[in-house]
């Protein structure tokens, strides 16, 4: 097992509030890692820190064995960490396609002159972007919205630009702020077949999600959170028969 | 009709510097819902600087061909502004980012008579006589209608910009990655976009554009001094407004419309008030323009949604 990501007692604090207590885990390369927990037990706080958007109070996280720069939400895109929202924050004026290539924007160098004097490795760039970009679309299974305006586009076609977006930074970690939120059924099955092939495809991925049937479906490993501390980390099953998750979590969702 | 199609063509003229203005006050609000009041100041240290470049090299170089001058002041005045914008930006707004939005508005008004003491200091408080390079003979195409070659020459200048920075907006990486930023600089930031290289890069290609409109408005009017960045600013401001702020189309569109609002104004205004004002109240259009879009049309010509911005 190689590790991708690890994370090193990472601590976050909101004022009085100690929102991550010493969150220690590795992610291996190509699976599907699960962190779960009731509500506010700081699973997206671990998401804002992990990729830049908040600054983190203590520990780090190591990439590939390179420390994560703080602070700098682009260059830890750089380093191949890409996310999802659970609270969907696509550029909502812009087209699907456009979202895409947005998010390319990393993996692409044409400079203002070369596009103003329209030069042809400028032209040849977005020629090439512009079709990576439309497989990317492809690949989620929306080309046919391309030039759609993402407000425009339906629930579940949001949620795909979403990870479409993600996957055009080309990312070794894609995270996913729970994508089944406000899903269907069928549109979960959907989701599910999708990560899959990603899975399939070489990338890690780091799955939130409350769909308790998603994660013990799709997951290699779980890591439970519990007011801002891992109390359990492990294979699905394993998880689930964890007397403190119980207690804290699923214990309470089976009461339902 | 001559005074008709005449005042049409200073329309154009004035009204292609204002959009050339209005476009660097619309691009900074699209992406940090600021209003850069210290835009026009810039407008005005591009006008000095090309002016300060054109006199020094033809005191030093005795004989080079005028457009030749034009074009040294317009090289040295265009990436000087770009300098300044930029740190404008770095060190005046940028840590006031998440401040309540009163703040870089302030500070943008501190910054404004910041420049325009300086200017003072470096360029004194005398009107200065900026060298028209370009031929400003009247022609006559058309009869009793006078256009100068400096007046084509403006126009066409304004027009090529324009059309150059719609296709950097629309059709390159970097201009895809101001409308994410413009969006929300935070997810732009977590997609892999420099959200900070992105905004500097918007306050470097308001503020070159700014410094051309100074050079061609100094060229147009044949004089620059420390506080003539006043005016055209609020107007370009105005036209920005006019257009629907944040909306680059609508800034070139408002700043046309005002240029030529005006100049109608300017022509008929005896008539209209039966010779009780003169043409030198021509101001009173752009800001009554102002008056009314706030109040009937607050989101301006082209704009939607400047509620959810703002």
Not at chain 1, 44 to 70: C, K, Q, R, S, W
Not at chain 2, 23 to 28: A, D, E, K, N, S
Not at chain 2, 259 to 268: K, P, R, T
Request: with cysteine; aromatic share 8%; proline share 4%.
């Amino acid at each position: 097992m190689i590790t991708l990501l690890e994370s090193r007692t990472v601590n976050k604090r909101f004022g009085g509030l100690q929102a991550l207590t010493d969150v220690s885990l590795k992610i291996h390369r190509g699976e599907v890692y699960g962190l779960i927990g009731p509500n506010g037990a700081g699973k997206t706080t671990f998401f804002n820190v992990l990729t830049g958007a908040y600054p983190i109070d203590g520990g780090e996280f190591v990439m590939n064995g390179a420390e994560l720069p703080a602070g700098k939400p682009h260059r830890i895109v750089a380093h191949g960490i890409a996310r999802t929202f659970q609270n969907i924050r696509l550029f909502r004026e812009l087209t699907a396609l456009e979202n895409v290539m947005a998010g390319h924007h990393i993996r692409t160098s044409a400079g203002v002159w070369g596009i103003l004097a329209q030069s042809r490795a400028a032209r040849e760039e977005e020629r090439l972007v512009t079709e990576r970009a439309l497989e990317i679309l492809d690949y989620v299974g929306i080309g046919r919205h391309a030039d759609t305006v993402a407000r425009n586009l339906s629930y579940g076609d949001q949620r795909r630009l979403e990870i479409a977006r993600a996957l055009a930074t080309e990312p070794q970690l894609l995270a996913l702020d729970e994508p089944a939120a406000g899903m269907n059924a069928t549109e979960t099955a959907g989701l599910r077949a999708l990560i899959e092939t990603i899975r399939a495809d070489g990338v890690t991925v780091l799955l939130i999600e409350h769909d308790v049937k998603l994660i013990m479906g799709l997951c290699d490993r779980v890591a439970v959170l519990d007011f801002g501390k891992k109390i359990a980390e492990g294979t699905p099953a394993e998880v689930q028969r964890d007397p403190g998750v119980i207690r804290a979590y699923l214990g309470d969702h089976r009461a339902h | 009709m001559e005074t008709l199609l005449q005042q049409t063509l200073n329309g154009l003229v004035a009204g292609s510097i204002y959009a050339l203005v209005a476009l660097g006050y619309t691009m900074v609000y699209g992406i940090l819902g600021l209003i850069n009041f210290a835009h026009g100041e810039i407008v005005m240290v591009g006008a000095l600087v090309a002016l300060q470049t054109i006199l020094f090299l033809s005191s030093a170089v005795p004989g080079l061909p005028p457009l030749v001058l034009l074009l040294a002041g317009v090289v040295v005045a265009v990436p000087a502004c770009m300098a300044l914008g930029y740190l404008i930006e770095r060190i005046g707004y940028r840590r006031l980012r998440n401040a309540p939005r009163l703040a870089p508005l302030i500070t943008a008004i501190g910054v404004s008579f910041l420049l325009q003491t300086l200017a003072m200091i470096i360029w004194g408080r005398e009107f200065h006589v900026f060298p028209q390079l370009i031929d400003t003979a009247p022609m006559q195409p058309v009869d009793g209608v006078v256009v100068s070659p400096m007046q084509i020459f403006t126009i066409v200048v304004a027009f090529t910009l324009m059309g150059g920075l719609m296709l950097l907006v629309n059709k390159s990486r970097l201009g895809r990655a101001m409308r994410a930023t413009a969006e929300n600089h935070r997810v732009a930031g977590l997609m892999g976009i420099n959200a900070n290289g992105v905004i500097a890069a918007t306050f470097i290609i308001g503020s070159g554009l700014a410094a051309l409109a100074g050079v061609l408005f100094a060229s147009n009017y044949a004089i620059a001094h420390y506080s003539m960045g006043f005016t055209p600013g609020l107007k370009a401001f105005t036209a920005a407004v006019l257009g629907g702020i944040g909306n680059l189309p609508g800034a070139m569109v408002g700043g046309l419309v005002l240029g030529l609002v005006e100049s109608f104004g300017a022509g008929y205004i005896e008539h209209l008030s039966f010779g009780f004002l003169n043409s030198s109240y021509q101001d009173i259009f752009a800001f009554m323009i102002l008056g009314a879009v706030l109040i009937f049309r607050p989101s301006g010509l082209l704009g939607e949604r400047v509620a959810d911005r703002a």
